[in-house]
Structure formats: C-alpha cells, structure tokens
C-alpha cells in the first residue's frame, strides 16, 4: 500500500508539468500585446521595452517557459491586469475559499441525493419511481446550466417577490452588503440565501449522471451470486440491499465522481459567472476576458492540480475499499 | 427483453434469430426502447423545424426592422415568437441558429470521435512506451477543467464556426480515446488479429482495417452522445460572447444577447434555451437507448 501511494503521487509530477506546458502553450499563442502601444504616440518608447523585457516578450517562447515556471515554482505569479495593483497571489488567495465553499457544499448535496435516489431506482427496476428517475435524470444532465441558471433567476429574483418587495432570493453575490460585520447567525442566513440557487442548479447536473451510474451499478450486483445466497439463508430484504449489495455497488461510484471533478469545477465557472460568485471559475473566465494571462494561466493550473490530487485520493480511497484490487 | 422477442419468434414463428443481421437486431431492439423513440422524434422534429421551417416560415433572420416600434415585439401573426431587441424576427433566427448549432455539434463530436480513436488505437495496439505518453497525455488533458480553457483557446484563435469546432475537438478526444484503447487491448489478443499477423498484413492495416471497424458500434453510440455535450460547449462559449458572432445567430449567441433583457423581455432566453435542451435530451436518449442496444454492459 505505502509503495502504491509513493507511485502514485510521483506519478502526479508529469501530469502537473504536461498541464502546465498545455495551459501555457495555449497563452503562449497570444501575440506581444505591447506590440499594439508603440502606435500610440503618447506613450514612451523607453517604456514600451520596459514593460516588454519585465513581461518577458523579448525571449522566444521556450525561454518565457522557463522564466513562468520558475516564477510559479517560486510563488512569484505575477502582477493581476485584472485588479491593477494587486499581485495574481492575491486575488487568487481570495476566490480559491469561495469556490471550495461552494463546491464542498454542491458536492454533499449532490450526492446525498444522487446516491438514494439511484439505489431505490435500482432496487425497483422498471417501477413508475425508476422512470421518473430516469427521466429526471436525463433532464439534469441535458440542461444547459447557465440557461437552468437564468430560468431559477428569472423566477425566484423577478417573478417571485417577498411581502417587502424584495425578490424572493438575491440574483447573484455572495453576501447582503454591510452584513459583514453581523452576528455568526444573522450572517450564516444571509450567506445560505445567496448560495440556493448556484448549489441548486449546479446539483441538478451532476445528480442526473451520479444517480444513472448507482442505478447501474447497483444493478449489476444485485445479480450476483452472493446477493442470491444471501437472500437463500433468509436474510432479511434491507440488510441483504444496505449491507450486501451496497457496499460493493459503492466501490466504482468512487472512482466516477472524482472523474466528474473537472465538469463540476468545469460548470461552476459559468454558474459563478452568472450568479455573480466571487471564485475561481468566474476569476478565471474574467481574467480571459480581460486578457490577463498571468491570473488566468496560474488559476487554471491551481484548479487543475485541485483535479489531479482529488483524483489521487479517489484512487488511495479506492484501493483501500476494495480489497481486490492489486497494488502491483 | 428484445433477446425474449427473439426467442418467442424462434419457437414455431416466421423469423429465428439466425435471421436478423447484426445492425436488424440492434435496430430491432433499438425500436422496443421507449426512451430511444422518444428522443428520435424530438430529433426528428427539431431537423425539420431547423431545415423545413425557413421553407414555410420565409424571414430574414438579420433584417432589421427600423424604429423603436419593431423592437421586443410579443408574439403576433406577423412574428410568431416576437421581434428581439434590434427587431429581428426570432423564428427565423431560431431556425438559422439552429443550423449553425446542429452543425457545430455534428461536425465536432464525429472529428473528435476520430481523433480519440486515432490516440486510442495506436496506444492499445503499440503498447509500451506509445502507450504510456499518449495515456498520460490524456490523463493531463482530462484533468483540466474544460470549460475555461475552451474559453482561453477560443479567445486566442479567434471568432468563427471552424474555430469553434476546432477548440471542441481539441478538449473532446480523451473519453473516447480510453474507450478505444481499451477495447484494443483485448481486441489484439485474439485469433484473428494473429491472423492478420500471420499473412503479413502492416501496422496500419491491422489498426484501420480489423480492429477499428470493431470499435465502431462503441464509438457511434459515444458520438451520438458527443454531439449534445458539444451543442452545450458551442451554447456555452458562444453565451459569453468567445462562439459564433453577430449577425450570425447560434441558440448560445441568442441567449448571450438576452441575458441583459431578462427582467423584461424574458421569452427571448426561453425559446433558445428550450431548443437547446431538447436538442441535447433527444442526443442523450437516443444514444442511450443506442447503448443498449449495442451492449448494455457499456459504461459510458
């Protein structure tokens, strides 16, 4: 087991270097944009070269490479074109918490519903709760979550109001402005309304795959031959489903969801980009289109190694809950 | 239940099972598929409201229609679904983004089909030292999440239909790519591979020839499925303004363009959005029932 997980966290090292090189070579394609300033006449030549050798844009490609991974190796990212004096470290140090606030609280609710669901639709295969199963499931995993985003703003922020005129949730942030400072209670209720809708919407896309693949998989086990000799020796039905079947149609489900991490950091960026969420996502999707590369190049290789070592430890999960499984 | 239809038929009826071809039993059991059907018709229907509907409904998607009256029109009989906020007709840019999305998808789901399947073969078929770049290749490119780099790509390359379908592919291979390498490594092992083999077919003739039209009913039901999670990619890029530009209409841009009149005009998100999630529900049922029918053990 020790030697399995030294494998495989050296195994992580080029896997970090190769997204590294791809989020890199992909900002590498951006022509010198200091190049556009020498046509205005307003701005010193001097300066131009300045800001071009500090960005590293008189070096062929190759050696800015060098010269960004030193600087990432050494916690140096970079200055944020985004917020002008401030550095990529510093913005990036405010959005990662939220977005794993947000996520953490997505993931819970998601598969707290997901996994019972897909078990009961399982269990009764081809009954009416499996096909509205099905079919709901069908539908989460079909919606487009920025349009599922705006349909839930349009009717809990527009058409829906509260008494005091107020929409019945807030449209995006993630906090009432001036309750910064209010007691734990009164601030944890203001955060948690701001958090329904995003959670909402981006657990109604990965429960429709979670819930499909128990179903499946629960499925497949009930078949087996020990479920049938557990049932032979007058087991009773809910401990044959919960301590027979269950615990071994668990064991993929481990696996799945750490290879669905990538979608959920995936579409959480533009559920934060909608709803106004201060996190990664949104950072990075703002940061491209404000063209400033180093936060979004030194973001995407955060939520990347986020992804690598989430997956590691799906993987240390599961050779520890399945005894089967070789380490060799 | 499609194997007890079979056997029914067997036992003193017209047709045993010997009859049925390959592709007749799949399509045999794609039929008694309930949730197939369904999502064949809303394919169905959707082809022909995007390439019928400009034959009877005849507007112009980009013609303009001056002054303020022609802006956010209700539905009416000269405008079906209404004017938009430069007073376009938005039946008719519903049909030409249709188009435009539909193509998209297709386009970039089979190129990156063909793609992971070319990563896929040579992996599973070469083995060794192939086999492990390519694999850790992939493993880095699925670690990424997608959605901001297909945002960073289609900044830097530009604006356009082929930009777009180029950025879907090159974040789309991977799934498949697995998928075909591991077939292959079974595939390889047996007799008729050795075969091959053995009257001196090349490395090439092997992969292409013999191995890869096995892959196939695999890699169609994965591309079926493909083709809706690339509608959602094309809506998604195009939704923040990196996809399809205007004049041009796509389902995505509809929706970009409407998100700032949601408090007033909020049918102009509606209709976009439904198509594409009928569009991409039709795919998934499709291909699910496509699975099932190709092989019910299949993960995908």
Redesign the interface.
């Known amino acids: 087991m020790r030697d399995y997980i030294i494998r495989r966290v050296l195994g992580m090292i080029?896997?970090i270097l190769?997204?590294m090189i791809?989020?890199f070579g992909?900002?590498s394609?951006?022509p010198n944009p200091f190049a556009a300033l020498i046509e205005n006449p307003r701005i010193k030549k001097s300066d131009i070269q300045r800001l071009i050798k500090a960005w590293g844009f008189d070096l062929p490609w190759y050696l800015r490479f060098f010269k960004w991974f030193s600087g990432v190796v050494h916690g140096d990212w970079g200055p944020s074109l985004l917020y002008p004096g401030s550095t990529a470290r510093d913005v990036i140090s405010r959005a990662l918490p939220v977005t794993v606030r947000v996520m953490g609280i997505e993931f819970l609710f998601a598969l707290s519903i997901a996994l019972p669901i897909g078990i009961i639709s399982a269990v009764k295969q081809y009954s009416v709760t499996d096909y509205i199963v099905?079919?709901i499931s069908?539908?989460g995993?079909?919606?487009?979550t920025?349009?599922f985003g705006?349909?839930m703003?349009?009717l809990f922020s527009?058409v829906l109001k509260r008494p005091s005129g107020m929409p019945l949730l807030p449209p995006g942030g993630i906090i009432t402005p001036g309750l910064e400072e209010a007691p734990f209670w009164a601030k944890l209720g203001d955060r948690a309304q701001y958090l329904v809708m995003p959670v909402f919407v981006l657990a109604f896309s990965s429960v429709g795959g979670w819930a499909r693949y128990m179903r499946?998989s629960m499925l497949e086990v009930i078949r087996q031959d020990y479920i049938r000799t557990a049932r032979a020796k007058g087991a009773p039905e809910h401990t044959v489903i919960n301590k027979h079947a269950l615990r071994n149609a668990m064991i993929p489900i481990v696996t799945l969801v750490a290879?669905s991490m990538?979608?959920i950091?995936?579409?959480a960026?533009?559920t934060e980009?909608i709803f106004n969420i201060p996190g990664m996502?949104s950072l990075?999707?703002a940061a491209?289109?404000k063209?400033d590369y180093p936060t979004?190049m030194i973001?995407?290789l955060l939520?990347?190694i986020l992804?690598?070592v989430f997956?590691l430890v799906a993987d240390i999960v599961y050779a520890w809950i399945d005894p089967r499984i070789k380490y060799s | 239940m499609a194997e007890k239809a079979i056997e029914a038929k067997k036992k003193g009826q017209k047709k045993s099972s010997e009859d049925y071809t390959y592709v007749g039993m799949v399509f045999h059991r794609l039929t008694r598929h309930k949730l197939a059907m369904v999502g064949a018709f809303m394919l169905i229907f959707i082809l022909l409201f995007v390439f019928a509907g400009p034959l009877i409904w005849r507007a112009d998607p980009n013609a303009q229609i001056e002054g303020l009256g022609g802006m956010f029109n209700l539905p009416s009989r000269a405008h079906p679904m209404g004017t938009d906020d430069y007073g376009r007709d938005v039946l008719a840019r519903m049909f030409f983004g249709g188009r435009i999305s539909l193509f998209i998808g297709f386009i970039s789901a089979i190129s990156s089909t063909i793609v992971g399947a070319m990563v896929g073969l040579v992996a599973g078929y070469y083995g060794g030292w192939a086999d492990n770049i390519l694999m850790r290749f992939t493993d880095a490119m699925l670690s990424i999440p997608t959605f901001p780099l297909l945002i960073a790509l289609a900044s830097v390359l530009g604006k356009g239909v082929w930009q777009i379908i180029l950025v879907i592919v090159f974040f789309g291979w991977m799934v498949d790519a697995r998928l075909v390498r591991g077939l292959v490594l079974s595939l390889k092992e047996q007799e008729y591979v050795e075969a091959a083999h053995a009257i001196g077919a090349s490395a090439n003739r092997i992969m292409w020839r013999h191995l890869f039209p096995n892959t196939l009913a695999v890699l169609i039901v994965s591309t079926t499925i493909g083709i809706g999670g690339a509608i959602i990619y094309e809506a998604s890029i195009s939704f923040l303004g990196f996809g399809v530009q205007a004049p041009f209409a796509s389902w995505g841009n509809m929706l970009q363009n409407a998100q700032q009149f949601i408090w007033n005009s909020p049918r102009l998100i509606i209709f976009p959005g439904l198509a594409i999630f009928l569009t991409v529900l039709g795919f998934n049922f499709f291909g699910d029932g496509l699975r099932d029918a190709i092989d019910p053990k299949l993960k995908l």
């Open positions: 080029p896997l190769i997204v791809v989020s992909i900002f394609l951006v099905t079919v069908f539908l995993m079909s919606m487009p920025f349009w705006l349909l703003m349009m527009v499946s290879l990538p979608g950091v995936g579409g960026a533009i980009h996502g990075i999707i491209e289109i063209s979004a973001g995407l939520t990347s992804v690598i997956n």
